[in-house]
């Protein structure tokens, strides 16, 4: 089945540092790649996706490549935010009947601190 | 409704007693999602229903849990004779259909079991 390792957390970053969140994954096939955020004391929310090999999915100062010769998805952000702070989840989706479903990574909790 | 919504958001049980928890999707969204969030863990998946086909039942962790979806609307998840390792936030989310990548996500319910 399909999986994903995501770097392991908490990162502590100073604003405006420059973060990376490591993302890897093995699924059969093609999936679409998913970030999703959730803030402290709210649900999950998506932050960025892509769909295809080399798209870049970009969204509130974040950005992530799939790349699928590495079958990885980092996400990255040159500056940092103290608002940033949530924990982030890496998760690929197949469209299909039977793989709606989202694989999550195991999150990886990130502390901005001012 | 504006978003998906859960409720209780918050439940403290004894251990073999019998929870329900409640999600309430956005209208008009035709698949549901439930997955659990343990403490420092990812989510991991539980069950999905779409319209009106038999749901996907593959991650429910045992027999004690079960779901219903009435038509595309409200679903129950209940968890018989709670056990201590059942604490967790579950998390409920709703798509357009199995085929549309975004699943957006309820707030949450967290299980206590004493």
């Known amino acids: 089945g399909d999986s994903v390792t995501q770097m392991e957390g908490p990162v502590t970053l100073s604003e405006e540092a420059f973060l990376t969140i490591n993302c890897t994954y093995t699924a059969t096939g093609y999936p679409s790649l998913f970030w999703y955020v959730q803030y402290p004391g709210e649900g999950l929310q998506l932050l960025l996706k892509?769909?295809?090999?080399?798209d870049k999915g970009s969204n509130k100062g974040f950005e992530a490549t799939y790349r699928k010769e590495t079958t990885s998805f980092h996400l990255e952000k040159g500056s940092v935010q103290v608002s940033d702070s949530a924990v982030y989840f890496c998760?690929?989706?197949?469209?299909?009947?039977?793989?709606?479903?989202?694989?999550f990574g195991q999150g990886t909790i990130l502390t901005v601190h001012p | 409704g504006a978003g998906v919504s859960q409720s209780p958001s918050n439940k403290v049980t004894e251990k073999g007693k019998d929870v329900e928890l409640r999600c309430d999707p956005i209208s008009g969204h035709t698949a549901l999602y439930w997955y659990r969030q343990r403490l420092g863990q990812g989510l991991e998946f539980l069950i999905y229903f779409q319209g009106n086909s038999a749901p996907d039942k593959s991650g429910l962790p045992s027999d004690r849990f079960s779901a219903e979806r009435t038509g595309e609307s409200v679903s129950t998840l209940t968890i018989q004779r709670t056990q201590q390792e059942d604490s967790a936030v579950y998390l409920c989310a709703s798509s357009q259909g199995v085929r549309a990548a975004e699943q957006f996500f309820g707030p949450g319910t967290r299980l206590t079991v004493l």
């Open positions: 892509a769909t295809k090999a080399d």
């Open positions: 998760a690929p989706w197949r469209r299909g009947t039977s793989y709606g479903k989202l694989t």
